[in-house]
């Protein structure tokens, strides 16, 4: 269900929001939510809000492929 949510949001883009913060914070929720619910004590990596919209995306579509 991951995946089919974050392909509807991928459709919905623009290129222009490839790396807006609305965008990340989309995916970010999907993915983040996904984990918790499957394994509960799971937490975001320690550096998640230092890091670029493009390396967040990057990594949130690494999930998205598995």
Request: proline content about 5%.
């Amino acid at each position: 269900m991951m995946k089919a949510f974050m392909l509807l949001g991928d459709l919905d883009a623009t290129s222009t929001e490839k790396l807006s913060d609305a965008r990340v914070a989309y995916k970010e929720r999907i993915v983040f939510s996904t984990m918790r619910a499957s394994i509960p004590d799971w937490q975001p990596p320690s550096n998640w809000n230092s890091l670029t919209n493009e390396e967040k995306l990057n990594r949130l579509d690494k999930l998205q492929s598995v």
